[in-house]
């Protein structure tokens, strides 16, 4: 393979980039920055949730068919973004729409089970090769339940999660998610940094934070927390720092280790989930885990949430676990029946999110998609690692199926401590150059592209002429 002359950026070049584009951006979307500011009045940083939000304002969006979107004035986009890994079925899928406004018509709340429940749990036990799964309605309570699932089950409270991994705003796991560096402590030992004010010390402690990628260092831990540890919470392609996949056998030695050691082995697929393989990571990688959490695509664009996984885990929301109930247990577990596990949820199982995920799942994400993600998400990547090459810019292209990201770092990332390198202003040129073209990647350098059903191969040729034209003017 020839070796590439990476150059030296010139970084007067790439901030007067930035600084002409960010005025671009102010110049075509009045009406945005005036919802922006009106929303400040009602919300705080004016969002709905605090990873909607970047300087100088965001987006207003007003509508969105396919692959493309429109802004608050009028401007048409293609999305690259598809609502941070929600919408691998596109836009309002005609099908997706269909089956909305069906069950719109007949009914969308009740205190009863419903049939469509059970066809998309059995359509996630296929997928998943799980034996049970339950219903939330989003992510963060998807990895919620799955950790007191895990806790139950093993009688145990410790759990250990990766540095730079994101499981959602719950306060277990919105720790050491991109910590600052002179916070994050020794490699063999990371500190576990809280990533919000107003959570309780006594919750930090019980999570541990290890490495990612890093199996030997998560087997010391596992052994000086022998006997404590109920889960490991992973995400088997750290999705929230980029793209950084696991290294070979690192997922089947974390298997092996929980284990060994008697804890409940969590993916997190909330990304990964019917987006990278009709069966996720958990296919994708062939590691089967104990427990798996999703959200995001396999509703469509619905509020929508599930895990599931092995019986003898699950069954403990009916009270069949091993371990002994100790008396705050016991207590506990007189509110929602007999359950030895709380599990429930007023809106879970939603029907108007059952007929979203049911036909989103069977009509949409059929099995004859997925060669055809990973397709397109391949060739966006060979193109943008093409330019990279050509115009000698110090980054790499990376993508797993249709989620990809041209990472802006000196070497290849794999954990969360190399990913604090990262070359954020040379991200931020190559946002706004795009957005002001109207190709519109996630707003923010940890997170990626991801592809849909719905994109084309001239669309992506279309980003790749315009990630050019960014690479030329960079490379000056
Ligand atoms: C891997 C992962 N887990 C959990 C979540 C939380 O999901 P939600 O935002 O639906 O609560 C996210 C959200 O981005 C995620 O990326």
New binding site residues.
């Given amino acids: 393979m020839a070796v590439v002359e990476r150059r030296e950026v010139d970084r007067n070049r790439v901030k007067a980039i930035v600084e002409r584009e960010e005025a671009a951006y102010r110049a075509r979307t009045p009406r945005s920055a005036e919802l922006h500011k009106r929303a400040l009045e009602s919300m705080p940083l004016g969002v709905a ?1 605090s ?1 909607q939000t970047y300087d100088p304002y965001p987006i207003f969006i007003s509508e969105g068919r396919g692959s493309r979107m429109w802004d608050a004035d009028g401007n048409e986009y293609l999305d690259f973004d598809m609502a ?2 929600v919408l691998a079925a596109g836009h309002s899928h005609p099908q997706f729409v269909e089956a909305i406004r069906r069950r719109a018509a007949i009914g969308t709340a009740f205190t009863f089970p419903i049939e469509e429940q059970i066809l998309v749990a059995e359509e996630l036990k296929r997928r998943f090769r799980a034996d049970l799964v339950r219903f939330s309605n ?6 919620m339940d799955a950790i007191r699932v895990a806790r139950g089950y093993t009688g145990r409270e410790k759990i250990i999660k990766f540095e730079g ?5 719950h306060d277990d796991v919105l720790i050491s998610i991109q910590p600052p560096r002179d916070m994050i402590g020794d490699v063999e030992a990371p500190n576990s940094v809280p990533t919000s004010a107003g959570i309780p010390r006594s919750r930090i402690a019980e999570t541990i934070v290890a490495p990612f990628n890093q199996p030997e260092i998560v087997e010391r831990i596992l052994e000086r927390h022998r006997g404590e540890i109920a889960a490991i919470i992973v ?1 088997a392609v750290q ?2 720092i980029g793209v950084v996949p696991p290294e070979p056998g690192f997922l089947e030695r974390l298997r092996e280790l929980a284990t060994a050691h008697g804890a409940v082995l969590i993916f ?5 989930g019917v987006v990278i393989a009709y069966g996720g990571a958990t296919e994708y990688f062939n590691v089967q885990p104990d427990l798996f ?1 999703l ?2 695509s396999i509703g469509g664009g619905t ?1 929508i ?1 599930a895990f599931g996984g092995r019986e003898e885990v699950m069954r403990v929301i009916e009270g069949g676990a091993k371990a002994p109930l100790i008396e705050a247990e016991l207590s506990h577990s007189s509110f929602g029946g007999t359950s030895r596990v709380a599990h429930m949820g007023t809106m879970n199982g939603s029907p108007l999110v059952m007929a979203a995920a049911l036909a989103v799942l069977t009509k949409v994400l059929t099995p004859d998609v997925y060669p055809r993600l990973q397709a397109m998400g391949d060739r966006l990547t060979a193109g943008s690692q093409e330019i990279v090459d050509e115009y000698g810019l110090p980054g790499y292209a990376i993508n797993v199926g249709p989620k990809g990201i041209v990472m802006f770092a000196p070497r290849r990332v794999t954990g969360y401590r190399d990913f604090i390198g990262l070359d954020d202003e040379l991200w931020a040129s190559s946002f706004w150059f795009l957005a002001n073209r109207g190709i519109l990647i996630p707003p923010a350098p940890d997170d990626q592209w991801t592809l849909s059903v719905q994109h084309t191969d001239d669309e992506i040729d279309r980003y790749l002429a315009v990630f050019r034209e960014w690479a030329i003017e960079v490379a000056g």
């Fill in positions: 949730s990873f941070l890994g989003s992510g963060t309570e998807a990895t991994g994101y499981h959602g705003h995400e999705f929230n997190d697929e909330v990304k990964t959490c959200a995001k509020p949430g």
